[in-house]
């Protein structure tokens, strides 16, 4: 019974690592450029919070890991692979509106 719990244990593990770089591939690994706008933000220049998935808790309650872009702000963000344009959606940008019913 250890031996079985010990191979399926390294079996999880192996193909978490197996699929870890398709996982990262899924979101942005580099802001490339940053122009903040002129209003806006409260503070939240942090670049690095747009990297990554998307974080928060829930639908009623956001989070202060974002970018502000401000008023005529942007940001042009690297994916380390190749964005091919498929059927269907194929990106989704994600805000902070932080959601009142």
């Known amino acids: 019974m250890d031996r079985f719990c010990c191979r399926r244990a390294a079996l999880s593990v192996a193909f978490a690592l197996c699929l870890s770089p398709l996982a ?4 942005a690994t580099s802001v490339v450029s940053y122009q903040q706008g002129g209003t806006g933000g409260g ?6 919070n747009v990297l990554g ?3 928060g808790a829930g639908i009623n309650a956001g989070s202060l890991d974002v970018l502000s872009l401000g ?3 942007n940001v042009l963000l690297g994916f380390g692979v190749t964005i091919a344009d498929g059927p269907g959606e194929d990106l989704t940008v994600f ?3 932080f959601y009142f019913p």
């Open 24 to 27: 990262s591939a899924q979101f």
């Open 53 to 55: 998935g998307p974080r």
């Open 71 to 73: 008023q005529g702000g």
């Open 95 to 97: 805000e902070n509106p």
């Open 43 to 48: 503070g939240l220049f942090n670049q690095a």
